[in-house]
């Protein structure tokens, strides 16, 4: 059953009116035809954690508001305020729609101001409830009423954390509902903190700050419901104040505490308007009374009985219609999906994984079925990639026995030199014993990095991780470089743009590896007579950007994707004659990915290549913030 709600009853309406009026002259919310970020919406404000109400009134403009509304409503004028302290009364007679006018109140306040953190303070848990119900009964009206708004509601939960989060990050209409009893017991005494409630309590969760300071940055807008019965003792009212409310509205039929009242419906303003059908009073001699409105029902007995004889009638239709109604949906629903699934497993017992499972429902026997067409798919793509595997370690042993074949092949030829007297002079001797070690070490390098891949591959080096300063460690790697390069006669360049104090966490050694490799690609490819290398360090937001340029062959745009694969080399015919294994950029590839970075390059055939890696900078998180 869907109810239906009269949302221009003018009761209601001033009593909205009368909390909105309140903020008259704040800077009215942006219309949803403005592109701006959160940060720039009007009444909102980006906290340390959060996104939280702004009032931008003073206290002098409020107290004008509130006497304007008091004069409209025939109220008595307040003639002072409480600096930041803003208390109102709004007092509505049980069963006139208090809950509902709150509730409207948020989307109005929303509307009007943008204001988006509210918080429900309710006495008990039944209470709680209620309000939860309303709000679920009530939200497709007030969806309608407000161009389907966003909102979120939720009863606050000591074990979620998330859900303080959540209320505190988004920039829509957060509404938390809470019993007083879940915040009324907090101590600023350290020992006894374990008393606390949860939410005065540190939470790791949450980075260590307690959940209350993540509400209390929000500047939440306070309504408490039932208000005689939250907030009447010194620790109740300390338990609002923690709450840092923008301002607090208290919505009941009996205020005790009483504050600024701006709207009043009590009982015979009520009984006028037809409101109730009970008013309670008092006798001159003080004792209590009630008056009733009792209503003759007598006529309405046999339309009564004949509304009974037509509801028994509509019932059996209703169940013959739903009996007929649960055969056909059993049939559709169940039966014909099986038969699918039954020759879906059969096609998985042959092996025959191309075919697609045809889902139509959206239920249980759906939601089985769409499990199953997920298996099936997770089955072909793990054949498939049993398939790539293979067929990757086919090529790897190809690679690897064409790549040690070939210093082999040159050893042998130069070895059998020697024994036929080919050498028969001292150079000639000590250019095939130089030529004959070379190769050795060829494939010492190549036996060495195909070591150092498998144990990446396979996770088995132990990464020595630790703090680093970025400056330091790239100035002292930029020295041996520039030595070494220069011997080389190869011109070095290092420009560091990155402020003294950043750090990465690394393994130095592996990362070392990394610079290297890549320079020594370069070097291998230089084909200028004057060479150059660069190396530049970046801060590029949360990273650190490293870029090795060089000024030589470059790589063709085909072959670039490719440069980072095991074993590629760019010449086809994959000759050794500038050494090397073809594996020495996937070992960089891996390092930089264990660093949780990126690698990538772009390249101009002819006039040079630039890699690019990141690494994430280490940032500190304050315990207490």
């Not at 790791?204 to 959940?211: E, Q, T």
């Not at 199953?372 to 042993?397: C, H, N, P, W």
């Not at 144990?455 to 470089?481: G, H, M, Q, W």
């Amino acid at each position: 059953m869907k109810l239906k709600f009269d949302n221009n009853l003018q009761y209601q309406q001033e009593a909205i009116s009368a909390v909105v009026d309140l903020f008259k002259g704040q800077t009215p919310k942006q219309s949803n035809f403005t592109v701006s970020s959160n940060s720039n919406q009007i009444g909102l404000f980006d906290t340390n954690n959060g996104i939280g109400n702004y009032l931008e009134l003073i206290d002098d403009e409020i107290l004008e508001n509130l006497q304007e509304v008091q004069l409209r409503n025939g109220l008595p004028k307040t003639l002072s305020l409480k600096k930041n302290e803003y208390d109102f009364d709004i007092e509505m007679e049980t069963g006139t729609g208090k809950t509902y006018v709150y509730l409207r109140t948020i989307f109005e306040l929303n509307k009007q101001y943008g204001f988006s953190k509210f918080i429900i303070v309710v006495p008990s848990i039944a209470i709680k409830e209620g309000v939860k119900k309303s709000i679920e009964i009530m939200s497709d009206e007030f969806k309608n009423l407000y161009n389907n708004t966003v909102f979120n509601s939720f009863i606050y939960d000591s074990s979620d954390p998330e859900g303080v989060r959540s209320f505190a990050v988004s920039d829509n209409i957060e509404i938390m509902v809470i019993n007083i009893d879940a915040f009324r017991k907090s101590f600023e005494d350290k020992t006894k903190e374990s008393k606390a409630n949860i939410i005065h309590r540190q939470s790791d969760k949450l980075n260590g700050m307690r959940p209350i300071e993540l509400i209390a940055e929000t500047n939440p807008i306070v309504i408490i419901d039932e208000p005689q019965s939250v907030d009447t003792t010194p620790k109740s009212k300390e338990a609002i104040k923690s709450l840092n409310p923008l301002c607090t509205l208290r919505y009941s039929a009996t205020h005790v505490d009483k504050h600024n009242l701006i709207y009043k419906l009590d009982a015979v303003d009520a009984f006028d308007l037809a409101l109730v059908k009970q008013i309670d009073f008092e006798y001159q001699d003080g004792a209590q009374g009630s008056a009733f409105i009792v209503t003759d029902v007598s006529d309405s007995v046999p339309e009564v009985k004949q509304l009974i004889t037509d509801m028994v009638i509509a019932v059996v239709f209703i169940l013959m219609f739903t009996a007929l109604f649960l055969i056909l949906w059993i049939y559709r629903g169940i039966v014909i999906p099986l038969g699918r699934m039954k020759i879906a497993t059969q096609n998985i017992k042959d092996g025959n994984l191309d075919f697609e499972l045809e889902i139509e429902a959206d239920d249980e026997i759906g939601q089985l079925c769409r499990d199953f067409e997920e298996m099936r798919k997770r089955l072909k793509d793990t054949a498939e990639e049993k398939v790539e595997y293979d067929r990757k370690s086919k090529e790897l042993i190809s690679n690897i026995s064409h790549d040690l074949k070939t210093p082999i092949t040159a050893i042998k030829g130069y070895v059998e030199g020697i024994m036929d007297g080919v050498a028969d002079t001292p150079e000639k001797m000590d250019r095939y014993i130089k030529t004959i070690y070379n190769k050795a070490n060829e494939m010492d390098l190549l036996i060495n990095e195909l070591t150092l891949y498998s144990k990446i591959d396979s996770n088995r080096i132990p990464y020595n991780f630790s703090t680093v300063l970025v400056n330091d460690y790239f100035d002292d790697c930029a020295e041996d470089l520039a030595m070494e390069l220069e011997a080389r006669g190869i011109e070095f360049g290092y420009f560091n743009y990155v402020e003294s104090d950043v750090k990465i966490i690394a393994d130095v050694e592996q990362l070392k590896r990394v610079i290297n490799n890549i320079v020594s690609n370069s070097e291998k490819y230089m084909d200028k007579e004057h060479g150059k290398i660069n190396l530049r360090v970046k801060d590029v937001g949360d990273f650190v950007q490293i870029e090795l340029e060089d000024n030589g062959k470059g790589i063709g745009a085909k072959e670039l994707p490719h440069i980072f694969d095991r074993f590629y080399r760019t010449d086809a015919s994959r000759n050794s004659s500038k050494g090397g294994s073809g594996i020495g950029l996937s070992i960089v590839k891996k390092i930089v990915e264990e660093h949780g970075g990126k690698i990538w390059a772009t390249s101009k055939e002819g006039t040079g290549t630039v890699m690019y890696f990141v690494i994430r900078k280490y940032q500190e998180v304050p315990v207490n913030e």
